[in-house]
């Protein structure tokens, strides 16, 4: 066991680390919000990070500065981008992202420039990055099962609903963009610390299709789907180099897009809900198969 987790620790770290995304991600769109503007506070949260190591803050203080930030920003968001719904929300957050890719590229000095920021001093461990991993599913679980959680499935599911209820869809999406650039923020600090370097990438374009595809591929209708979500989508490259397939880092787009189609046809409730769904199968066919 021990042997495993020496081996296998920076795969368990970005584990980790990529589930606190995938958590941003989905936040916004259990609200029924299309945003992924998480990516963006990825980026803000990193850098925050960065920049207070640089100087000589606590990492505590640059983790704190880097959920603040990114918080403000994204309520400053919501209040230009809350009216929106669908692809055109979509778009707008997938804009937001690449501003905020091109200021880290113009920040000069102060942001390192295309360049970056490198040699980070501060660090986590896995235990702490797990820890901090737990301490927000819970709290997000304790939220779903609260009555703000129940609020978010009728704003989701039925706005005029929502509205017939005295619930301001507006200020839960408002809230949900928060919480979504928090938590996004959070999770940009701790990969900050664990690689001890950021650069203007951390906002590009494929960090926004890695974190919509871990949470469609494991389900954004349940918070575990995103744990199953990022644990598989960072694996799966590792995994398939093991069993002997050669020369996956040219070919991962195409595995992507394979994989997404997969799910989208055959399990649009994510592998969890298929796996649910399979479980739901079996225990009715062996419910007839004592009744008969």
Same mark, same amino acid.
């Given at each position: 066991?021990?042997?495993?987790?020496?081996?296998?620790?920076?795969?368990?770290?970005?584990?980790?680390?990529?589930?606190?995304? +995938?958590?941003?991600?989905?936040?916004?769109?259990?609200?029924?919000?299309?945003? !992924? %503007? /998480?990516?963006?506070?990825? %980026?803000?949260?990193?850098?925050?990070? +960065?920049?207070?190591?640089?100087?000589? #803050?606590?990492?505590?203080?640059?983790?704190?500065?880097?959920? *603040?930030?990114?918080?403000?920003?994204?309520?400053?968001?919501?209040?230009?981008? *809350?009216?929106?719904?669908?692809?055109?929300?979509?778009?707008?957050?997938?804009?937001?992202?690449?501003?905020? /890719?091109?200021?880290?590229?113009?920040?000069?000095?102060?942001?390192?420039?295309?360049?970056?920021?490198?040699?980070?001093? %501060?660090?986590?461990?896995?235990?702490?990055?797990?820890?901090?991993?737990?301490? &927000?599913?819970?709290?997000?679980?304790?939220?779903?099962?609260? #009555?703000?959680?129940?609020?978010?499935?009728? &704003?989701?599911?039925?706005?005029?609903?929502?509205?017939?209820?005295?619930?301001?869809?507006?200020?839960?999406?408002?809230? %949900?963009? &928060?919480?979504?650039?928090?938590?996004?923020?959070?999770?940009?600090?701790?990969?900050?610390?664990?690689?001890?370097? *950021?650069?203007?990438?951390?906002?590009?374009?494929? *960090?926004?299709?890695?974190?919509?595809?871990?949470?469609?591929?494991?389900?954004?209708?349940?918070?575990?789907?995103?744990?199953?979500? +990022?644990?598989?989508?960072?694996?799966?490259?590792?995994?398939?180099?093991?069993? /002997?397939? =050669?020369? #996956?880092? =040219?070919?991962?787009?195409?595995?992507?897009?394979? !994989?997404? !189609?997969?799910?989208? &046809?055959? #399990?649009?409730?994510?592998?969890?809900?298929?796996?649910?769904?399979?479980?739901?199968?079996?225990?009715?066919?062996?419910?007839?198969?004592? =009744?008969?």
């Amino acid at each position: 066991m021990l042997n495993f987790f020496s081996s296998n620790e920076i795969l368990l770290q970005t584990i980790a680390v990529f589930s606190l995304l +995938a958590f941003s991600v989905q936040i916004s769109l259990r609200a029924g919000a299309f945003s !992924l %503007a /998480g990516v963006g506070c990825w %980026a803000i949260g990193g850098y925050s990070l +960065a920049i207070s190591d640089r100087h000589d #803050m606590h990492p505590v203080i640059g983790v704190l500065i880097g959920i *603040v930030v990114s918080a403000i920003i994204s309520y400053l968001l919501a209040l230009l981008l *809350v009216r929106l719904r669908g692809l055109y929300l979509g778009m707008a957050t997938i804009a937001f992202n690449q501003m905020v /890719g091109i200021a880290l590229i113009h920040g000069g000095d102060f942001t390192g420039g295309e360049l970056g920021i490198y040699g980070i001093g %501060a660090r986590i461990s896995t235990f702490q990055l797990f820890a901090v991993l737990a301490l &927000v599913s819970f709290l997000l679980w304790a939220l779903e099962r609260g #009555m703000l959680g129940r609020a978010y499935n009728i &704003v989701r599911d039925d706005e005029p609903l929502a509205a017939s209820l005295g619930i301001d869809s507006e200020s839960m999406r408002r809230f %949900a963009f &928060v919480l979504s650039g928090a938590v996004g923020g959070l999770a940009g600090a701790l990969n900050a610390m664990m690689l001890g370097i *950021v650069s203007p990438t951390d906002a590009d374009f494929p *960090v926004i299709v890695i974190a919509l595809t871990m949470v469609i591929v494991g389900g954004y209708h349940s918070w575990l789907g995103a744990l199953i979500g +990022a644990a598989l989508i960072q694996w799966l490259p590792i995994g398939l180099q093991s069993f /002997g397939i =050669e020369g #996956m880092s =040219e070919w991962w787009s195409v595995v992507y897009g394979l !994989l997404i !189609l997969f799910i989208a &046809v055959y #399990m649009p409730r994510g592998l969890l809900g298929g796996l649910q769904r399979l479980g739901s199968l079996m225990a009715r066919r062996h419910q007839d198969f004592r =009744e008969a």
